[in-house]
């Protein structure tokens, strides 16, 4: 479950990161929506870290 939810999040910020790198989403959207778009990249980076860390502890469990 943890991978496949690492996987969603992957494409999501795929999908964000794309938009943000466009010159003209970036210039043409207004600010608050970039903002926003940059503030959900960065909490879906942090729950990706954090979905990491527990698929570490998972597999640190099962080799013991």
């Known amino acids: 479950r943890l991978q496949r939810a690492i996987k969603k999040i992957d494409k999501d910020c795929s999908a964000l990161d794309k938009r943000l790198q466009n010159p003209s989403f970036a210039q043409n ?6 903002a926003e778009a940059r ?19 998972l597999e640190e469990l099962r080799s013991s």
């Open 29 to 34: 959207a207004p600010a608050e929506v970039v």
């Open 39 to 57: 503030d959900q990249w960065a909490a879906l980076q942090r729950q990706r870290a954090r979905l990491i860390e527990g698929l570490a502890l």
